[in-house]
């Protein structure tokens, strides 16, 4: 798969400078491109590897339109174009249509004859696989599930019954989606289970990361809104809701009920804890934990800053006096007041 | 499944007002619940509610007797009288038992007739599995494990040989149990890896969710105990113990051969440290890190509160700094103390 | 199997004092051993065990040499040695050789006749599995992936496309290597998918732990060097680069283009933001967050201490106002210095 530079500007827009003509077969960092790559400046930060680049061709802003004297693509968002080029340079590969032989498909299962399941997947009954769909080995997907178009599943993934996905959806290795919410009730020393009977409804174009689990609803449904990306081992409890195009990055956990705006970024190793909403529009930083309700966009955080070891345990003795510290502040403020309208 | 109100509380207890002759076929929340559903007013945040829910009938607490006019259930915990009903209304599935024909079933293994194993499972020689339990899809079960009756393993969970496992435990997809515990030992510039040879025992009434690790001991074994509820992507290192009764919320991890109390509950995304105890219902705030022994009941937190990210750094600076701080307070006080003993 | 402590000195070197006819048939704890068990003493804190331990020997350092009138071997390093003594007594299980016939091997992968490969596993086409590799149950090896030799992979692990996998590496169940990263471009209100076109490249002797993630680089590889040894649901982002011997503890996190030097130990439930470097020879605490490069071995923390949560309720408040307490204390110091001037 390769393409000159030239047809690459006439699919993805952009303007030429230079040699359009250089055949490009792959896109790289600039530090680890050869001749035929294209590579991307999207960052000032990397301008000075322009110098020493054996790329092909470059990708790059518009202010960095003379940085270099390579072929080039000039694109208002070089980083955006360099994404639509490596997609298409590699194509997910092709996959014939069937069903393997040794898959266990449950009575009235709807597959489509497009859609690829593979080998030692179970399908259970009533289940609907749309157009187009790939479900790699040992994918077990639930009673009554209904998979839209185009689904890309990989190896070991279950969908417990009932839940519904979209069109278009990316679920890595190791995703459960639809299992039981962490519902209990405490009933004279013994914990009740609450069966959990919602499902997990995903809209379309959703991205889930490795061993990433999403539990199903306890009465109502766990919603993921179309265009929501999620990486790997996030937690999403219960009867959340994430929003449109919000993106949450590994290990974060999203306790029950928990509402999500749209366009909401969410770093990773973080947690929101349950029953609060986020607006639309706000980032929260790696490693933070959200305990009340967010209304307005922006920025939040709340990370404890680390140091050298003996720094830390000389500064941190202190948390647990910050109280009493306050209070001697407020004290010496008072007595230097006092000082002062007995001097008048 | 449909029950008459009167039969529900004859089977359940609690006292009926108004018709107890409406069927119930499913349990709802107040905002979603139609004409057929019973709801629950748990919390009197919901109370308002009441009012506009459609819901043919309503599980509440005494002292909510009066806040409605519809049909209902007054009981001393409405939650747990809520959980009841739901599982009278929504019983786990009834399975064939059977073995599927592809199973691979190792020599010398023992499984109940009542059981059922489902495709693509593997069950390791000499494994015992009870009465009534129900193995789905794509699970594999080691050499000697024994799984008491009842047991309900959803698809793709492992358990490694030798482990040993209650009644009435539930596994979520992707459940590991009986991996190898972190033991190294640093030998002239390489790890030296310590054989795992310890179990992991498990009780009765024990529920485990989706992507949950739960680690053999190195030399003796890692108990969980009966009526322990652990959430979803929980690990649980080698030697942990984990009391009767204790609930571990998602993303949390307890570091090697701590030992938890009965009845603790641990919020999610925390950290238990390794080789210390938490007595018996100790709560520990989600986010927490658990860093020494904890002696006494009660509740305990390490949060660091979030904010807007700009507010957060100016703040966050003076962590690095607390000692200094505290320091330049200790001065002033001595420097007032100084300036009032010139004056008399 | 069953050794002679001198068998076992001859065998590991170190001292044998008393009887070593002493036969031993496994290791265990000075608290749970019994007369045919050798025990280890590495800590001092363990000391007292050793005149109620029931072991039939015990490992022990030289300066506890007379601790004891046991049959002993006196080592440098009894940790390492009871390692050693571990794993002659606990052998990896002899596993047959050959392909299980229900497994589906693709096209032109070459399987070494000394490999097993186990029951509903997926081989891609042109895979390479190395010599003595066990792969139990349920394993889903990508196209072109190479493996080398003797390499234990556990039940269920997912090795996606043209992964890189050295020799003697361990894989416990639910593993996932070769996940695409977590790259995505916003684009006017969608977000672009970036192809994840490079590799995980693995070196020899590499554990990794039960439900850990390591994603394929976005372009260049992620890689994990020679001897690595990760614990369990660790998420490990694109284009890392974790050094040789560095050890990482449960639940952490490492996100992507972050480099990890070697011999480096960070604590469980941590996070290393990516795009950073950490120097050779750095420990991190468990729970701590490292937000920039570190540049100088030794230890690192950023841990809030935990507190009942009334006394963390009365100083974590303060936190939200450190910078105007600060200011606060400046004044007080400036207020003072003018009385003082005043005086003179």
């Not at 597959?111 to 187009?132: D, K, L, Y």
């Amino acid at each position: 798969m390769s393409f000159l530079l030239s047809e690459i500007a006439s699919r993805l827009g952009g303007e030429i400078v230079g040699d359009g003509d250089i055949r490009i077969d792959q896109v790289a960092t600039l530090s680890s491109a050869g001749p035929n790559h294209v590579a991307f400046l999207a960052s000032g930060k990397y301008r000075h590897q322009l110098d020493e680049t054996s790329a092909g061709a470059v990708i790059l802003g518009k202010r960095d339109r003379e940085s270099t004297q390579k072929p080039r693509i000039v694109s208002d968002n070089p980083y955006v174009y360099f994404a639509r080029v490596s997609q298409l340079l590699n194509p997910a590969p092709v996959v014939e249509p069937g069903i393997h032989p040794n898959a266990v498909i449950g009575e009235g299962a709807k597959i489509h004859p497009s859609a690829s399941i593979g080998p030692f997947c179970t399908i259970g009954a009533h289940a609907v696989i749309g157009e187009g769909c790939v479900i790699q080995s040992s994918c077990n997907i639930g009673e009554r599930v209904v998979l839209g178009s185009r689904a890309r599943i990989y190896p070991g993934v279950s969908i417990y019954a009932d839940c519904i996905i979209g069109n278009d959806c990316i679920f890595h290795s190791g995703v459960v989606i639809g299992s039981d919410g962490f519902g209990i009730a405490m009933d004279q020393g013994q914990w009740v289970k609450i069966p959990q009977i919602g499902r997990v409804v995903i809209g379309n174009d959703v991205e889930i990361g490795a061993n990433t689990t999403v539990d199903r609803g306890a009465l109502d449904d766990t919603v993921i809104m179309d265009g929501a990306k999620i990486d790997n081992q996030v937690q999403i409890a219960h009867n959340v809701v994430i929003g449109k195009h919000t993106a949450i990055a590994g290990c974060t956990g999203i306790a029950g009920s928990a509402k999500i705006g749209n366009y909401c970024k969410i770093g990773g190793s973080g947690m929101i804890l349950g029953h609060l909403s986020i607006a639309d529009h706000v980032d929260i930083s790696a490693g933070t934990m959200i305990t009340k309700s967010i209304e307005e966009s922006g920025a939040y955080t709340s990370i404890y800053p680390f140091a050298p070891h003996r720094e830390w345990l000389k500064n941190s003795v202190h948390l647990r006096h910050l109280n009493g510290l306050a209070g001697r502040v407020g004290q010496l403020e008072k007595h230097l007041e006092d000082l002062e309208r007995e001097k008048s």
